[in-house]
């Protein structure tokens, strides 16, 4: 059974960062791409960033604009470091897993969920 945890998220001023994670557990990953998505309060989830586990491409979200880094290690941990953090990146973050090496963006291709970590911006 696939199981993504996440962990990391919390209270930051505005202007700080904070490095989210997402263990993943319960298969062999290398097949697969993981994305981090994000939900604010009365707002549709939207994308964040993905990365292939087979070759570590990566893609962004437009208005992440160079702010956040997505990376992974060799234990099925996937990362994501966001800096220079502004009160409308106040939301839920979502780690999920697709079949398929291509990092992408599309919310419904993406098969396996976690639970979400709260990620708060103060002004």
């Known amino acids: 059974q696939v199981q993504l945890v996440e962990s990391g998220g919390g209270l930051v001023q505005a202007g700080g960062s904070l490095r989210l994670s997402c263990a993943a557990s319960?298969?062999?990953?290398?097949?697969?791409?993981m994305g981090w998505f994000r939900q604010a309060p009365g707002k549709e989830r939207e994308f964040v960033a993905a990365?292939?586990?087979?070759?570590?491409?990566t893609y962004y979200a437009d208005y992440v604009n160079g702010r956040f880094s997505i990376s992974r290690d060799n234990k099925y941990t996937v990362y994501l470091q966001m800096n220079s953090l502004k009160p409308e990146d106040t939301a839920v973050y979502y780690c999920?897993?697709?079949?398929?090496?291509?990092?992408?963006?599309?919310?419904?291709?993406?098969?396996?969920w976690g639970r979400g970590t709260q990620v708060t911006v103060s002004s």
């Open positions: 990365i292939s586990w087979r070759d570590g491409s």
């Open positions: 999920a897993a697709k079949w398929g090496s291509i990092a992408s963006g599309g919310r419904n291709e993406y098969d396996y």
């Open positions: 319960g298969r062999t990953f290398s097949s697969y791409a």
